[in-house]
């Protein structure tokens, strides 16, 4: 009787363990974990072609993704936002931004994965690791 008791609590504590577990990992997300789409992608390229090529090649890129190395992905968001493209800051529409940096860690060697990545949803726990 005791046992089962026993049986029944440990096994409570192991379903709660499973539902808390992948937002108790959250934090230790980076960039590797595909946390962006395929298609993000590929709405990336179009934006990224018509308004940031012009001035940066992907080489540029590298070295910025490597500067903010185990900075929150979130930051470089709000930096790009808030300064490119350097002749018209902020005129993208808030996913192009998104789909951007998609595109960008796409274009580093970066994995696509299911979930989209989306500002308003744990991007400060994604972490940018060195390409
Ligand atoms: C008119 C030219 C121009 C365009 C267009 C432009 N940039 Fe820039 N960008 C610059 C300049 C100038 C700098 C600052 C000097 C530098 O770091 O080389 C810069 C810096 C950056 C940085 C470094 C920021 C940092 O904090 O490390 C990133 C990332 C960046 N740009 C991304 C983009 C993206 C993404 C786009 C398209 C949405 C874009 N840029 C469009 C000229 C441009």
Not at 69 to 75: G, R, S
Not at 100 to 129: C, R
Request: charged fraction near 20%.
């Amino acid at each position: 009787m005791k046992n089962s008791v026993k049986m029944v609590i440990s096994s409570v504590f192991l379903l709660i363990t499973l539902v808390a577990g992948p937002s108790a990992l959250a934090q230790d997300k980076t960039v590797n974990d595909g946390v962006f789409t395929a298609a993000q992608v590929e709405t990336g390229k179009v934006v990224y072609d018509s308004t940031c090529a012009a001035c940066h090649d992907m080489r540029f890129y590298r070295d910025t993704l490597k500067s903010w190395d185990n900075q929150p992905l979130l930051w470089l968001w709000e930096s790009i936002m808030g300064t490119m493209p350097a002749d018209n800051p902020g005129s993208l529409m808030l996913d192009e931004y998104t789909d951007v940096i998609a595109y960008i860690l796409s274009e580093n060697g970066f994995p696509t994965g299911d979930t989209k990545l989306d500002p308003d949803a744990g991007m400060d726990t994604i972490n940018i690791v060195s390409p």
